[in-house]
């Protein structure tokens, strides 16, 4: 069994700014796909996007869908310390996800 050190190195860091990043990279390309879909202008769409957020939450989830394309990307090329950082990153979004559905139960 190896050490922390051994577990964690940059790769993994380099993993986990994509994971993070990506689905707020993507956040505003999913929400103008879905204001030219639903008819809205984008203007509109995005201002819900970042003042409600049950809206927040449903496009960064769909956002996170594009961390499966550098998942597999990267697990193809068996960079694995990368495919853990970007795994990590995608779980560092759960808190969040988890707080806004659960505020909408009460």
Request: hydrophobic share 50%; proline share 3%.
């Amino acid at each position: 069994m190896g050490t922390i050190k051994d577990n964690i190195n940059s790769s993994f860091f380099i993993g986990l700014a994509i994971g993070v990043l990506s689905p707020l990279v993507l956040l505003p390309i999913i929400v103008f796909i879905l204001s030219q879909s639903y008819g809205q202008s984008f203007s509109y769409l995005w201002y819900q996007t970042l003042h409600f957020q049950e809206f927040m939450s449903r496009y960064l989830s769909l956002g996170l869908f594009g961390n499966l394309a550098w998942f597999y990307f990267f697990l193809n090329r068996e960079r694995y310390f990368h495919t853990r950082g970007i795994i990590f990153g995608m779980l560092l979004y759960a808190p969040y996800m988890i707080y806004v559905n659960l505020e909408r139960l009460f």
